[in-house]
C-alpha cells in the first residue's frame, strides 16, 4: 500500500499559487527569486517512491510540465520523464506531448484511492486537484519547500487540519519539510 503525496512550493504566508510567475500575477514568480538551488533536482526527496509510483496532475500543470520537461537532460529530468504520468482532465491531453503520460478515467479522487492501494501517489502542484483530495481525507502526506517570502495574496494550500512535522531541514534559502497528518 501506498501514500496520496502532494509536493508543493510555498510562500510564508502559505500561498502556493503561481510559483514561476506563468501565472501571471502581481505576486507571482517568488520561488524563482531564490536561483535554482531550492528548485533543483529531487529536493521533495522522494527518491525510489518517485520511481514506484505514479505522478498525478491537474491538466493545466501538466501542460505546462510537459513543455519544460522533455527537453531537459539532468538525470533527475530522465526520472521525470520516465515515470508514469496521470492527467485528471475532461478535455484529454495530446499525451505523446511527455512520455509515460495519459488521462485517467472518472473521478480524480476515486482513481487516486484505488492507486493508492498499490503505490505512491504524487500529486505535483495542482491545487483543485489538491483541495479535493484534502476535502475526501485522502492526502497522506504534504512535502513542502517553504520560501522566506510573505505575497499577502494568492491561493493557498491548507483550509483546514492538523498536520505533524516529522522531517525539516533547509535547503539553500528556503526549508523543506514534511508533515503528516495528525494522528498517524
Avoid: C
Wanted: net charge negative; glycine share 10%; aromatic share 10%.
Amino acid at each position: 500500500m501506498g501514500d496520496i503525496i502532494v509536493i508543493q512550493f510555498a510562500t510564508l504566508d502559505g500561498v502556493v499559487s503561481d510559483p514561476d510567475g506563468r501565472g501571471g500575477t502581481s505576486y507571482g514568480g517568488w520561488a524563482f527569486r531564490y536561483g535554482t538551488g531550492p528548485v533543483a533536482d529531487d529536493k521533495f526527496q522522494l527518491g525510489e517512491r518517485m520511481e514506484q509510483g505514479v505522478q498525478l496532475y491537474g491538466r493545466r500543470t501538466w501542460e505546462a510540465f510537459s513543455k519544460v520537461w522533455p527537453g531537459r537532460d539532468s538525470e533527475y529530468a530522465k526520472l521525470m520523464n520516465r515515470v508514469p504520468k496521470r492527467v485528471a482532465t475532461s478535455t484529454g491531453i495530446d499525451a505523446t506531448a511527455w512520455e509515460n503520460s495519459a488521462a485517467i478515467d472518472g473521478d480524480p479522487v476515486q482513481w487516486a484511492l484505488r492507486e493508492r492501494e498499490r503505490r505512491d501517489v504524487v500529486v505535483i502542484g495542482s491545487l483543485s486537484l489538491v483541495h479535493a483530495l484534502a476535502a475526501a481525507d485522502a492526502v497522506d502526506e504534504y512535502r513542502l519547500i517553504t520560501f522566506p517570502v510573505a505575497v499577502g495574496e494568492g491561493d493557498r494550500l491548507f483550509k483546514r487540519g492538523e498536520f505533524r512535522f516529522t522531517q525539516v531541514e533547509p535547503i539553500d534559502a528556503a526549508v523543506f519539510s514534511v508533515l503528516r497528518r495528525a494522528g498517524e
